[in-house]
Structures are given as C-alpha cells and as structure tokens.
C-alpha cells in the first residue's frame, strides 16, 4: 500500500515510549508532520530527530505536531527520546502495519532484516488530507525538510 497526495491519512493507534497509546484523531484540529525512520541508535536516524527536536518552534508555529514512528518497541524508544532529549513523541509500529499502510515498510533490510520502517515524512492536514508525502528508498538519506515547512506555511 502507499498514499498519495490528497488522500485520507489511514488512521491508527500506538504506543508511545511512555507507554501511552497515541491515536491519529487525538490529534484533530492540527496538522500533522508524521515521520517514519529505520532504528533507533543509528547515526542518520539520531541526525533526523535531533533536527526536528531543535526546530520544533518552526512546526509548533504552523500549528503541527511532530510524530515519529519506527518498528523499535517502546522500551528502546524511550531510552533513544531520554538520550536524545526529543520534545515530540516516539511511537512503536513493532507490528509493521502503519508503516506498511503508508507505504514506508523495507520489506528486506540491511543484515538480513525484515520489515524496517522506510525514511519517510508526511505532512497531514486538519482535514486528515495528505499534502505531502516523501517515501525514501535510500535509509542514508534524509527528509526534504524545507519541503515539509513550505507545505505547513501554506497551510496556515
């Protein structure tokens, strides 16, 4: 599966790495800068969170909250959002299906893993609409992240 642009954002439910579950809707009213990344710990991974920890007044001042999901359990989660001092919140898809309903899933990885969430970066409307979607094949790179606060600027 995959979402296009104006699509409905699928919807779901997971735990977070305080071990609160943390719905889509819960979010209603807002926009929604949704992240997938590969593993916790990993160099590109840490790079990728800790920009967004220190520019979260630019997502916060377009009315968007931050949500990154990978396939970690929420144990590791919390001890990578504790190391990293992250202000948003970290969800476990240790299940795969979110990831997979966004089309962010490797099914083979690097070392003979199966079933990593891709880079990817979403940005979801108040409406639950789709205005922007950047799925990476390549775990080396990272998001478009001008791309995401163009698209939130003409949200407002």
Known sequence: MSVNL????PSFSLYSSDKKEISLKDYEGQNVVLLFFPLAFTSVCTEELCSMRDNIA????TDASV????????????????ELGLNFPLLSDFNKE?????????????????????????VIDKNR????????????????????KETLSKLK
């Open 129 to 148: 609409a789709i205005q922007y979607a950047e799925v990476l094949d390549n775990a080396g790179n990272l998001p478009d992240f001008a791309a995401v």
């Open 98 to 122: 979110v990831s997979r309903a966004y089309g962010a899933l490797y099914e083979q990885f690097v070392m003979g893993m199966r079933g990593v969430s891709k880079r990817a970066a979403f």
């Open 58 to 61: 630019d997502y916060n001042s």
């Open 6 to 9: 104006g699509d409905k954002a």
């Open 67 to 82: 949500l990154a999901i990978s396939v970690d359990s929420p144990q590791t989660l919390a001890k990578f959002k504790a």
